[in-house]
Nanobody, 128 residues
Framework: QVQLVESGGGMVQAGGSLRLSCAASGRSFSSYAMGWFRQAPGKEREVVAAISWSGDTTYDADSVKGRFTVSRDIAKNTVSLQMNSLKPEDTDVYYC???????WGPGLSRSSKDYNYWGQGTQVTVSS
């Protein structure tokens, strides 16, 4: 059974940092592009960051550019999101996602519709 499990969420004061991790099991995701998304109640899921299968190419949403960094450890089948200088508006549920190259090709994507596997989400709360 394929699973993506996020960890590392929690509550932090504005200006603080958190590191989210996503552990994949059930298969190797070494050829999959991976993404981090977030969603607030009543809103659409939006991309935060994405990374190519090799880790050579990354994308950061404008709202997090310079503050968040996505990375992956192919050998460990994990993807991480380092979040610094957190703001109250970063409060959301954060999701890890995997994008199949056999369906979508090798590139990364900013659209949640282009991802096949999803984690259960982890809550991030930033207090002012």
């Amino acid at each position: 059974q394929v699973q993506l499990v996020e960890s590392g969420g929690g509550m932090v004061q504005a200006g603080g940092s958190l590191r989210l991790s996503c552990a994949a099991s059930g298969r190797s995701f070494s050829s999959y592009a991976m993404g981090w998304f977030r969603q607030a109640p009543g809103k659409e899921r939006e991309v935060v960051a994405a990374i190519s299968w090799s880790g050579d190419t990354t994308y950061d949403a404008d709202s997090v550019k310079g503050r968040f960094t996505v990375s992956r450890d192919i050998a460990k089948n994990t993807v991480s999101l380092q979040m610094n200088s957190l703001k109250p508006e970063d409060t959301d549920v954060y999701y890890c996602a995997a994008r199949s190259p056999t369906i979508w090709g090798p590139g990364l994507s900013r659209s949640s519709k282009d991802y096949n596997y999803w984690g259960q989400g982890t809550q991030v709360t930033v207090s002012s």
